[in-house]
């Protein structure tokens, strides 16, 4: 029910929004406003904001605990009771309201600097909506909480003790060549035992988001996904050549330092259970002993790139607003989540002790601190950006704490984590052009066999992939893209990435010059949440809205100017 700081003025006080028949009766007020005159519809808008942010907050709630505890029946039922009895009843009332906004004159005499985002956004809304795939978004969840499900149980007997996949993760970095393929193939083959699962599960997603599109008079779903995330400023033939401009640009780059990985190692081929390990033997990097060091050390380093960012960061810890460890019966990944009613944000991911995990922690607090700074704007969708830019928070987050590590790192630690982080830059868009690449077939080619889906995404890992040898794995290749989780439940959410990468690297480009102008940039732009379209949000933070070969070409020679500076 929000916090002292949030209070309601719409909702009652002390009514928990926890079963429809609490939500629908406000729903109902809504609809029967009289919309008149301008001050009418921005009271209106308020008021819509806050019922929607308070609903969301039930099923953020409930999302959140469902992943931690994804072996809980009673989680679980409650996270179903939403999907089944609360969201499905609240999409089709939405509707209504946005339909009456957008015929209510009075709409069209908003402040246009204020209002032109939201109102191009509502109106795209209205155009997409069909009553009959509430149903079927149902199913979908149904399927996605299952994808869950499945990766949260997949435990392995390794070392001595029962592990997660991902605290299998710190023995890819061990020096011994035959421990690092011992966890390699004992993760492999954990996964690849729900592989048919996974697969039965991809088909009815398919099949469920192509008749999505169907009914809302597309050809595919990828027509309809892009509908659906709004995205007014780029089309899929940008995206393609994206993939160009990767591969012409990048991926030369990618193989060149597995090479020099390869060489370095003096081994004769290069193994995926070589990608990770230290080249000069030693061992891997432990910037914290356990999640409490984690967070005092995070702490250290976000007071270092700037005191608010950094006290916000203690709020967090303060208030046990972050669930960071591996355990069992926890989903796998990590992410933030933000409680939209009471404003704040959560992380939660699969802390075991490597590298990742501190590069993990600064991307989603990236994210939190995109929560803090919007969170005072009254209209709720102005709260959060579009993807494009939000993840130009956490990622430019990464660029300007890498050189704030100190307390993770000490020594020659400082510059294998930094040239770990940089290679993780470069190799990302390739991965990026991978997985869109992928979606772009799956989704216009909707009838395709299993076998076809196999074929076309080896095909992209000889167009994208760098040199490792799969010699006797043949199946890891090609179901290797189960383990992402976005191809399950978010479709079509990945060339994202890129683009905000390229944002971040600008922002972190402006930092070499003006470290504090360019944190000050950055925190302006995050303060302006989704309230502007993505070119000023981008302008905003320094950066050009752009993913071409002629923005994504200088930013790779910068990095790797950077990277030829720093030793093996």
Same mark, same amino acid.
């Given at each position: 029910?929000?916090?002292?700081?949030?209070?309601?003025?719409?909702?009652?006080? %002390?009514?928990?929004?926890?079963?429809?028949?609490?939500?629908?009766?406000?729903?109902?007020?809504?609809?029967?406003?009289?919309?008149?005159?301008?001050?009418?519809?921005?009271?209106?808008?308020?008021?819509? !904001?806050?019922?929607?942010?308070?609903?969301?907050?039930?099923?953020?709630?409930?999302?959140?605990?469902?992943?931690?505890?994804?072996?809980?029946?009673?989680?679980?039922?409650?996270?179903?009771?939403?999907?089944?009895?609360? %969201?499905?009843?609240?999409?089709?009332?939405?509707?209504?309201?946005?339909?009456?906004?957008?015929?209510?004159?009075?709409?069209?005499?908003?402040?246009?600097?204020?209002?032109?985002?939201?109102?191009?956004?509502?109106?795209?809304?209205?155009?997409?909506?069909?009553?009959?795939?509430?149903?079927?978004?149902?199913?979908?969840?149904?399927?996605?909480?299952?994808?869950?499900?499945?990766?949260?149980?997949?435990?392995?007997?390794?070392?001595?003790?029962?592990?997660?996949?991902?605290?299998?993760?710190?023995?890819?970095?061990?020096?011994?060549?035959?421990?690092?393929?011992?966890?390699?193939?004992?993760?492999?083959?954990?996964?690849?035992?729900?592989?048919?699962?996974?697969?039965?599960?991809?088909?009815?997603?398919?099949?469920?988001?192509?008749?999505?599109?169907?009914?809302?008079?597309?050809?595919?779903?990828?027509?309809?996904?892009?509908?659906?995330?709004?995205?007014?400023?780029?089309?899929?033939?940008? !995206?393609?050549?994206?993939?160009?401009?990767?591969?012409?640009?990048?991926?030369?780059?990618?193989?060149?330092?597995?090479?020099?990985?390869?060489?370095?190692?003096?081994?004769?081929?290069?193994?995926?259970?070589?990608?990770?390990?230290?080249?000069?033997?030693?061992?891997?990097?432990?910037?914290?002993?356990?999640?409490?060091?984690? !967070?005092?050390?995070?702490?250290?380093?976000?007071?270092?790139?700037?005191?608010?960012?950094?006290?916000?960061? %203690?709020?967090?810890?303060?208030?046990?607003?972050?669930?960071?460890?591996?355990?069992?019966?926890?989903?796998?990944?990590?992410?933030?989540?933000?409680?939209?009613?009471?404003?704040?944000?959560?992380?939660?991911?699969?802390?075991?002790?490597?590298?990742?995990?501190?590069?993990?922690?600064?991307?989603?607090?990236?994210?939190?601190?995109? !929560?803090?700074?919007?969170?005072?704007?009254?209209?709720?969708?102005?709260?959060?950006?579009?993807?494009?830019?939000?993840?130009?928070?956490?990622?430019?987050?990464?660029?300007?704490?890498?050189?704030?590590?100190?307390?993770?790192?000490?020594?020659?630690?400082?510059?294998?984590?930094?040239?770990?982080?940089?290679?993780?830059?470069?190799?990302?868009?390739?991965?990026?052009?991978?997985?869109?690449?992928?979606?772009?077939?799956?989704?216009?080619?909707?009838?395709?066999?299993?076998?076809?889906?196999?074929?076309?995404?080896?095909?992209?890992?000889?167009?994208?992939?760098?040199?490792? %040898?799969?010699?006797?794995?043949?199946?890891?290749?090609?179901?290797?893209?189960?383990?992402?989780?976005?191809?399950?439940?978010?479709?079509?959410?990945?060339?994202?990435?890129?683009?905000?990468?390229?944002?971040?690297?600008?922002?972190?480009?402006?930092?070499?010059?003006?470290?504090?102008?360019?944190?000050?940039?950055?925190?302006?732009?995050?303060?302006?949440?989704?309230?502007?379209?993505?070119?000023?949000?981008?302008?905003?933070?320094?950066?050009?809205?752009?993913?071409?070969?002629?923005?994504?070409?200088?930013?790779?020679?910068?990095?790797?100017?950077?990277?030829?500076?720093?030793?093996?």
């Amino acid at each position: 029910m929000g916090d002292a700081l949030f209070s309601r003025q719409f909702l009652r006080s %002390d009514d928990v929004l926890d079963a429809w028949e609490r939500i629908e009766p406000y729903f109902d007020q809504l609809r029967d406003r009289a919309l008149e005159t301008p001050e009418d519809v921005e009271r209106w808008l308020i008021d819509y !904001c806050e019922l929607s942010a308070a609903v969301a907050e039930v099923g953020t709630d409930r999302h959140v605990k469902m992943t931690c505890k994804t072996d809980d029946e009673t989680i679980k039922k409650a996270f179903f009771d939403f999907l089944e009895n609360i %969201d499905p009843k609240t999409k089709p009332r939405a509707h209504e309201l946005n339909i009456k906004y957008t015929q209510a004159p009075a709409s069209k005499q908003l402040p246009a600097p204020r209002y032109e985002v939201l109102d191009r956004s509502l109106r795209a809304t209205v155009e997409i909506y069909r009553d009959e795939n509430v149903p079927l978004q149902v199913d979908e969840g149904k399927l996605e909480q299952k994808y869950q499900e499945i990766g949260g149980a997949q435990m392995v007997t390794f070392d001595g003790r029962e592990q997660t996949l991902q605290q299998l993760a710190i023995y890819t970095e061990n020096t011994d060549r035959q421990i690092r393929q011992n966890a390699w193939e004992t993760a492999t083959s954990r996964r690849l035992q729900d592989k048919d699962a996974m697969e039965d599960i991809f088909d009815q997603l398919i099949s469920l988001r192509h008749k999505m599109a169907q009914n809302a008079g597309l050809e595919d779903y990828r027509a309809y996904a892009f509908k659906v995330k709004q995205r007014f400023d780029y089309t899929p033939d940008d !995206c393609l050549a994206f993939h160009d401009a990767v591969e012409r640009a990048v991926v030369p780059i990618v193989r060149d330092l597995q090479q020099k990985r390869k060489d370095a190692l003096g081994v004769d081929t290069l193994r995926p259970w070589d990608l990770a390990v230290d080249v000069k033997g030693r061992g891997p990097l432990k910037p914290f002993e356990n999640v409490e060091q984690l !967070c005092q050390r995070a702490s250290k380093t976000f007071h270092r790139v700037d005191a608010e960012l950094g006290a916000q960061f %203690d709020e967090m810890h303060t208030n046990q607003y972050l669930d960071l460890e591996s355990r069992k019966g926890k989903a796998p990944g990590g992410y933030q989540a933000t409680y939209e009613e009471a404003r704040h944000p959560f992380i939660f991911m699969n802390a075991v002790g490597v590298q990742r995990d501190v590069g993990t922690l600064v991307h989603e607090g990236g994210h939190a601190f995109h !929560c803090y700074a919007a969170r005072d704007d009254a209209i709720y969708p102005y709260r959060s950006s579009p993807i494009e830019f939000a993840e130009v928070a956490s990622f430019g987050m990464e660029l300007l704490a890498m050189d704030r590590l100190d307390d993770f790192y000490h020594g020659d630690e400082v510059a294998r984590a930094k040239r770990t982080q940089l290679e993780g830059v470069i190799e990302l868009f390739p991965w990026v052009a991978t997985i869109d690449a992928f979606q772009h077939w799956l989704y216009t080619h909707p009838q395709h066999s299993r076998d076809e889906r196999r074929e076309h995404w080896l095909s992209l890992q000889k167009r994208f992939g760098g040199i490792a %040898d799969y010699a006797g794995y043949e199946d890891a290749l090609a179901y290797a893209w189960h383990k992402q989780l976005h191809l399950f439940e978010v479709p079509f959410y990945y060339i994202e990435y890129a683009i905000a990468k390229l944002g971040a690297l600008q922002v972190w480009r402006n930092s070499l010059d003006d470290y504090a102008g360019a944190v000050q940039s950055y925190k302006h732009a995050l303060a302006l949440g989704g309230s502007k379209k993505l070119p000023e949000l981008f302008s905003a933070a320094g950066a050009k809205f752009d993913f071409s070969y002629e923005t994504l070409a200088p930013l790779m020679s910068l990095v790797q100017k950077h990277l030829d500076q720093l030793p093996l």
